[in-house]
């Protein structure tokens, strides 16, 4: 079962009774017929059963899931149906999806053993391989790379935030910390038999035995409990998609106000204006009791601004002014027509079996049938209007809000801590500030503008390798730290490692971003470095001038203003020797990072070819592959990375592969004393000198140069191998071994060639 497939219908409050409530009154015993499926036990497991011609398919369901962990334990699920799936040496065919609220197996059974498969399933939950759970955790690492958030996982995260059903949203973080005892007792508690559920649709086998624990317990349903926003609001996202998601209670009325809906956003987007592709309905279950229930709109692209401003009115039109009779009896029809087809009672058998796990009796399809004919006008639109008063859209990145009265989410902290205050070492505006306290953190925008994470609420501290940090508070609201970015930034980077309890904190292991160049360090004229070398070369002249007419002056005057002159030109001309030195000098960026190489932005564009996305990793990565091989990284960089050198060392993985990892960056805190100041030189856009190493012409100590004239074109179709990859990297790495030779043999040279060079620049 995934999201998508959660059932679209849910009766009265009243009417959701508990399961113990419909236990005691002996409405649920074996074999009683409700809305086409009926209810029995497999296997000693609840099962929902609609008899229909055919193989039979559907999903074994355990009540465990995203929301029942923490942000820096999620991945617990994950990883217990990855085991039980199975590795390529013994999988089991069956599919399997975790959710906010469930773990699932699916089947197919045209050409599957049920009977052996569910049995060798019910071995593996009852005793997993522990010695396994690296393989796993591989496997689900896979399952995550390159996923992006879906609209609604953006708008689940805005509505819940790091908790609850909200953690469905984001990435499982607990693979690393979860160990084998933790694993056991998650096993035991929640894939047992008394938290499990079955349903299936086609013929009925008779010989299924899951061989699950009798014991363990029903997890108690986390509570689907949204953030106090202010509604209406909205997120974004780059996925191109617009979306409306609201949480309600579903019911016909509202089924028959989404009916309404579709038809008006049919009519005025896609049949009058050509805004839109298409239009889609989801509903994803949260607590048995509500729902996210959205609508997808596949926009035309070109016309994203116009197409969000008619949605938006056609929304409102709709919660504003009741709709008349004729409209709402044509929706009617439809919602009651829908409800004799097949695949809506399959549906309804689905939707049985997941109310019964999350402890709510399933209604009957005769009742949802007369409460659908029986709605009024004034009920269709009261329970539409209060659905939309829980509105949050979704819109592409880049594309505004027409309406000022729907403000965008996240929001601004309410609250600010008081402490010590680090300065910005770039000023970018006004008032920006980072404060750490006892109570927590705030970086101040200036004015009312501030995020703040405080101790007592913080989810998680994510902790990046290049020292960066991201408190993630439970009101939704991240405060994300890049120490280069602040004077003093380590002191404070160390505070909030402190101020954090360890259970919180989440190792990401990589980049936290794109380190900040001054603005100042991106231009380095010739003509500016040709006056600084005149004032330095006139100073001393200037100097020796003013002492010499110090000893000689005849009278005081002279004397005070040659002796000034002097003065002033000797401490000219040491702030100008200074500001070169540091500015030649490696690491001499007041402290700040170099960023030697980054990935182009063909990356993110979702318009270049997958071929041109994949080469703008190779020359990096064949660098960074290098270095890996030579040994010249960091300690830091090598104890983060220790597992991904050691498959770049054996080619289990390519260069291009890690150097992806690691945000295509290839920044100077990676690599020790050497490498820098190899790559300070090597890396430069204007190369420092141009030796003949190997004595042919055209070659500059210059690594594009090198790159371009020894990695090859890239293929003109396709995509790239790891074979390929370590084919560039044979022929480059024999052209880096010598360029690398050549210059430990001239590094004093180029020491000095430094002070009368412009600083370097290594990004365009």
Same mark, same amino acid.
């Given at each position: ?5 959660t /059932?679209?219908?849910? %009766?009265?409050? =009243? !009417?959701?009774?508990?399961? #113990?409530?419909?236990? @005691? *009154?002996? &409405? ?8 086409g ?6 296997g ?15 999903? /074994?369901?355990?009540? %465990?899931?995203? =929301? !029942?962990?923490?942000?820096? #334990?999620?991945?617990? @699920? *994950?990883? &217990?149906?990855?085991m ?18 469930t773990?699932?197996f ?21 005793m997993?391989?522990? *010695? ?6 591989d496997?689900?690492?896979d ?47 929640y ?51 617009v ?8 019911s ?20 009058r ?94 009742y ?7 709605l ?20 592409p990145?880049?594309?505004?809000m ?11 902290s ?54 960066g ?41 990589r980049?936290l971003?794109?380190p ?16 600084q ?7 001393p002249?200037?100097a ?23 003065l ?8 100008y ?11 001499g ?6 960023i ?43 104890s ?18 890690m ?7 290839l ?5 020790d ?46 995509t790239?191998?790891s074979?390929?990859a ?16 050549w210059w ?11 002070v ?9």
């Amino acid at each position: 079962m995934t999201q998508a497939e959660t /059932l679209k219908y849910l %009766v009265h409050t =009243a !009417d959701l009774r508990p399961m #113990t409530i419909l236990e @005691s *009154d002996a &409405v649920a015993a074996s074999q009683t017929p409700m809305g086409g499926w009926t209810r029995t036990e497999l296997g000693g497991i609840p099962a929902y059963v609609l008899d229909t011609p055919g193989p039979p398919r559907g999903e /074994l369901i355990f009540r %465990v899931g995203r =929301a !029942d962990e923490s942000l820096p #334990t999620t991945g617990l @699920s *994950d990883l &217990v149906r990855r085991m039980a799936l199975g590795f390529t040496d013994a999988p089991l065919d069956l599919t399997s999806s975790v959710t906010g609220s469930t773990t699932s197996f699916g089947f197919d059974a045209t050409s599957t053993d049920l009977a052996a498969t569910f049995a060798e399933l019910g071995e593996r939950l009852s005793m997993p391989d522990l *010695d396994r759970i690296d393989d796993a955790r591989d496997a689900i690492r896979d399952e995550q790379n390159g996923r992006d958030l879906d609209e609604i996982a953006a708008i689940s995260r805005a509505r819940f935030g790091p908790r609850g059903q909200g953690l469905a949203a984001f990435e499982p973080y607990g693979l690393e910390r979860a160990g084998g005892e933790e694993m056991r007792a998650w096993h035991s508690r929640y894939f047992t038999a008394a938290n499990a559920v079955l349903w299936i649709v086609g013929e009925v086998p008779t010989d299924l035995d899951f061989g699950l624990r009798e014991d363990g317990e029903r997890r108690p349903l986390a509570e689907a409990k949204g953030l106090p926003h202010p509604f209406p609001a909205w997120v974004s996202s780059n996925n191109a998609r617009v979306a409306l998601a609201v949480q309600a209670l579903e019911s016909p009325a509202l089924e028959i106000g989404l009916e309404m809906l579709t038809r008006r956003t049919h009519e005025f987007m896609r049949e009058r204006a050509a805004l839109v592709h298409g239009t889609r309905i989801r509903h994803d279950v949260l607590d048995g009791a509500t729902s996210h229930v959205s609508m997808l709109l596949d926009i035309v692209g070109t016309r994203a601004g116009e197409a969000i401003s008619t949605f938006v009115t056609v929304v409102n039109r709709l919660a504003d002014t009741r709709p008349d009779v004729r409209e709402i009896d044509e929706a009617r029809e439809i919602v009651l027509a829908r409800m004799s087809d097949l695949e809506w009672r399959m549906a309804q058998t689905t939707r049985a079996a997941n109310l019964e796990l999350l402890g709510y009796a399933p209604p009957t399809v005769e009742y949802q049938r007369s409460q659908a004919a029986a709605l009024e006008a004034a009920t269709v639109h009261d329970t539409f209007r209060a659905a939309l008063e829980t509105t949050i859209y979704h819109l592409p990145t880049g594309v505004e809000m027409p309406a000022e009265s729907c403000p965008k989410l996240p929001r601004w902290s309410r609250v600010a801590v008081e402490g010590h205050e680090f300065e910005p070492a770039v000023a970018r505006r006004d008032g920006q500030k980072l404060i750490v306290a006892q109570a927590g953190v705030t970086i101040s925008e200036g004015g009312n503008h501030h995020r703040t994470s405080l101790v007592k609420s913080c989810a998680g501290l994510f902790k990046w390798a290049d020292g960066g940090r991201e408190l993630m508070d439970a009101t939704g609201i991240s405060v994300r730290i890049d120490p280069s970015e602040w004077i003093d930034g380590d002191a404070a980077i160390e505070t909030i490692d402190s101020l954090i309890p360890m259970h919180r904190h989440i190792e990401k292991g990589r980049r936290l971003g794109v380190p900040e160049v001054a603005p100042d360090r991106r231009r380095y004229p010739t003509n500016r470095l040709r006056f600084q070398w005149t004032v330095l070369l006139a100073t001393p002249i200037i100097a020796l001038w003013g002492l010499s007419t110090a000893l000689t002056a005849s009278s005081t005057p002279a004397l005070i203003a040659s002796f000034f002159a002097a003065l002033g030109a000797g401490v000219a001309g040491w702030a100008y020797l200074r500001r070169l030195l540091r500015d030649t000098s490696i690491g001499g960026r007041s402290g700040r990072p170099e960023i030697y190489d980054a990935a182009s932005k063909n990356y993110d564009d979702p318009q270049a070819s997958l071929m041109v996305r994949d080469h703008e990793f190779f020359p990096g990565g064949t660098l960074l592959a290098w270095l890996v091989n030579r040994n010249l990284v960091s300690v830091s960089f090598g104890s983060t990375s220790a597992r991904d050198m050691s498959q770049v060392r054996s080619r289990s993985m390519s260069g291009p592969e890690m150097y992806q990892k690691w945000n295509g960056l290839l920044v100077s805190d990676m690599l020790d004393e050497e490498a820098n100041e190899f790559l300070f030189d090597y890396m430069r856009l204007e190369p420092i000198i141009r030796p003949s190493v190997d004595g042919k012409s055209g070659y500059a100590f210059n690594f594009r140069i090198d790159y371009q004239a020894l990695g090859g074109a890239p293929p003109t179709a396709g995509t790239y191998s790891s074979s390929h990859a370590w084919n560039v990297y044979d022929r480059v790495s024999e052209r880096l071994d010598s360029q690398f030779e050549w210059w430990k043999q001239n590094r004093k040279m180029l020491r000095v060639k430094r002070v009368v060079s412009a600083p370097p620049r290594f990004l365009p």
